[in-house]
């Protein structure tokens, strides 16, 4: 014992005092930081709306929403498909397009297609349903949308469980 005490003495030391100062302000430099983030974060709310229970969370549930563009840069129209290959029916609320370029998103909800209240709609397994949705009447009514080169579609069940597309580019940049 007294041979690491030497050693772990000898070390300290042989430090210039000024560092044991300067190591101690950074480490609570480091650990303000910290709580200050911790704090944020619990006070931001990560989930809108209710939380589900896991045993909505671990359900069978499954949707699947597919978005393809009829030309692959600039397309008119784009279709969307929502599939079902679950075991059990869902019910799924209206979706949502959502327009993207770079860190901003504008959303979009879909409620109707045709004149036709579709939603909420329930889907048995193994179902599929097809809806061709006109891209210029979101253009006309946001111009900015214009510059938008990502796209891509969210949809919810009526229990609170999200499905989201796979992001399609409708722009180079």
Not at 18 to 35: A, D, E, K, Q, R
Not at 63 to 84: C, E, F, H, W
Not at 95 to 117: A, M, Q, T, Y
Request: with cysteine; proline share 5%; glycine share 6%.
């Amino acid at each position: 014992m007294a041979i690491k005490d030497s050693f772990f003495s000898h070390l300290a030391a042989s430090i210039h005092p000024y560092l044991h100062w300067i190591w101690l302000f950074l480490l609570g430099v480091i650990c303000l930081w910290g709580l200050i983030s911790l704090y944020k974060r619990m006070r931001t709310s990560p989930t809108k709306g209710r939380k589900l229970t896991l045993k909505e969370r671990l359900s069978r549930r499954k949707a699947q929403i597919i978005i393809k563009g009829d030309r692959s840069r600039n397309p008119d129209y784009v279709t969307m498909s929502l599939q079902n290959y679950g075991i059990r029916p869902v019910d799924l609320q209206a979706p949502c397009l959502v327009f993207k370029r770079w860190s901003s998103e504008r959303k979009f909800r879909i409620n109707n297609f045709g004149g036709i209240d579709d939603f909420p709609m329930w889907l048995e397994p193994g179902y599929e349903a097809t809806y061709q949705i006109g891209l210029s009447q979101f253009y006309d009514r946001a111009p900015a949308l214009k510059r938008a080169c990502r796209l891509s579609a969210e949809i919810r069940e009526v229990s609170g469980k999200k499905f989201v597309s796979p992001t399609i580019r409708i722009k180079l940049i």
